[in-house]
């Protein structure tokens, strides 16, 4: 699979990663042999890339990728892991005192040394204009805990601030054909400053695979169900803020456009993966079949443009009115 490098890491990850918060929680329940089995599978598709959180599962997510690359020795996985989800989300709680206590608990979890990426896990907009926050973060790099630091952003003046950061070395954000906005400023300002963007909710939370209609039923613990309003965190995490009944409409448009041979889930990658400044996606996965699936999207013919300007049509359409203002 092609590599990448991430921003300011240098060090090269596949262009689709594997993320893995369907693997802690909030997607419904995943055993946690299964869980193990996305993650062989992934690897042996030739993904490098992992991204946790310590929120996954309170934990979940990070042991199991700890008990992985314990029994996969051969495996060279980049790991990007995630924190300041799991307090009550005040600037004040984002100090060293914590990050400390926060990345220790995520080497256990993880089994390691120097975690690979801790990115700050969209936290108050407030934090990215402290420098002690960035001075902290600083300090963890020296001491060895963390190799490197990011950011997970909500909204594209958040990333563009964070961008602004010498040492931040890449920027989480939501990316995919009902997502627009950081095409526009975003990605060019990455690009110019050498800091790797990864491209999350690639599948606005499935609803760009196809497969969902109007009878699906989304189980109680899934966030499909509990946070189409925000009510949990972020509305903009779930369906990527676009409400249930307009994103069918505009996906059922979307999958009209997948190439033959490629399902509407490879095509959303495929898109995402080809534009400039994108250095991974990580779309997630709740099987082998689906590890393998979002994989082989990377040895994708890049779309035509005919194709990109059609998803552009279909997101000033359908898409911008709900979203563009808000994120």
């Given at each position: 699979m092609?590599?990448?490098?991430?921003?300011?890491t240098?060090r090269?990850?596949?262009?689709?990663?594997?993320g893995?918060?369907?693997?802690?929680?909030?997607?419904?329940?995943?055993?946690?042999e299964?869980?193990?089995a996305?993650?062989?599978a992934?690897?042996?598709?030739?993904?490098?890339f992992f991204?946790?959180?310590?929120?996954?599962?309170?934990g979940?997510?990070?042991?199991?990728?700890?008990?992985?690359?314990?029994e996969r020795g051969?495996?060279d996985?980049?790991?990007?892991?995630k924190?300041?989800?799991?307090?009550?989300?005040?600037?004040e709680?984002?100090?060293?005192a914590?990050?400390r206590a926060w990345t220790?608990?995520?080497?256990?979890?993880l089994?390691?040394?120097t975690?690979d990426l801790?990115q700050?896990?969209?936290?108050p907009?407030?934090?990215?204009?402290s420098?002690?926050v960035?001075?902290a973060?600083?300090t963890l790099?020296?001491?060895g805990?963390i190799?490197?630091?990011?950011?997970?952003?909500?909204t594209?003046?958040?990333?563009?601030e964070?961008?602004?950061?010498?040492?931040?070395a890449s920027?989480?954000i939501?990316?995919?054909?009902?997502?627009?906005?950081?095409?526009?400023?975003v990605?060019?300002?990455?690009?110019r400053?050498?800091?790797?963007?990864i491209?999350?909710?690639p599948?606005?939370s499935?609803?760009?695979?196809g497969?969902?209609?109007r009878?699906?039923?989304?189980?109680?613990?899934?966030?499909?169900?509990f946070?189409r309003?925000?009510?949990a965190?972020?509305?903009?995490?779930?369906?990527s803020?676009?409400?249930?009944?307009?994103?069918l409409e505009?996906?059922?448009?979307?999958a009209?456009?997948?190439p033959?041979?490629?399902?509407?889930?490879?095509?959303?990658?495929r898109?995402?993966?080809?534009?400039?400044?994108?250095t991974?996606?990580?779309?997630?996965?709740?099987?082998?079949?689906?590890a393998r699936a979002?994989?082989?999207a990377?040895?994708?013919e890049?779309l035509?443009e005919?194709?990109?300007?059609?998803v552009?049509?279909?997101?000033d359409?359908?898409?911008?009115?709900q979203?563009?203002?808000?994120?």
């Amino acid at each position: 699979m092609e590599q990448r490098v991430l921003g300011r890491t240098g060090r090269e990850v596949s262009v689709v990663g594997l993320g893995t918060w369907q693997l802690g929680a909030d997607w419904g329940r995943v055993r946690e042999e299964d869980a193990l089995a996305v993650l062989d599978a992934a690897v042996e598709s030739g993904v490098t890339f992992f991204d946790t959180a310590d929120v996954y599962g309170d934990g979940r997510s990070e042991q199991l990728i700890g008990r992985f690359l314990r029994e996969r020795g051969d495996a060279d996985v980049f790991v990007a892991t995630k924190m300041g989800r799991r307090v009550e989300q005040r600037p004040e709680h984002y100090n060293l005192a914590n990050f400390r206590a926060w990345t220790d608990r995520s080497r256990t979890n993880l089994g390691v040394e120097t975690l690979d990426l801790v990115q700050l896990h969209c936290p108050p907009t407030p934090v990215y204009s402290s420098d002690e926050v960035f001075d902290a973060l600083d300090t963890l790099v020296s001491e060895g805990r963390i190799a490197a630091y990011a950011v997970s952003v909500e909204t594209c003046a958040e990333a563009l601030e964070a961008i602004a950061r010498p040492g931040v070395a890449s920027v989480q954000i939501i990316l995919n054909p009902f997502r627009l906005k950081p095409l526009q400023e975003v990605l060019p300002a990455a690009a110019r400053a050498g800091v790797g963007i990864i491209a999350r909710v690639p599948l606005a939370s499935g609803l760009l695979s196809g497969r969902y209609t109007r009878e699906t039923v989304f189980s109680s613990d899934d966030h499909r169900t509990f946070n189409r309003r925000g009510e949990a965190f972020d509305q903009g995490e779930t369906f990527s803020g676009v409400d249930y009944e307009t994103g069918l409409e505009a996906a059922a448009e979307f999958a009209e456009l997948a190439p033959e041979g490629a399902t509407p889930a490879q095509t959303a990658l495929r898109w995402i993966v080809q534009q400039p400044g994108v250095t991974s996606v990580i779309p997630g996965a709740r099987s082998p079949e689906q590890a393998r699936a979002n994989a082989a999207a990377a040895a994708l013919e890049p779309l035509p443009e005919e194709t990109l300007r059609a998803v552009e049509e279909l997101y000033d359409r359908r898409i911008r009115a709900q979203v563009h203002h808000r994120w």
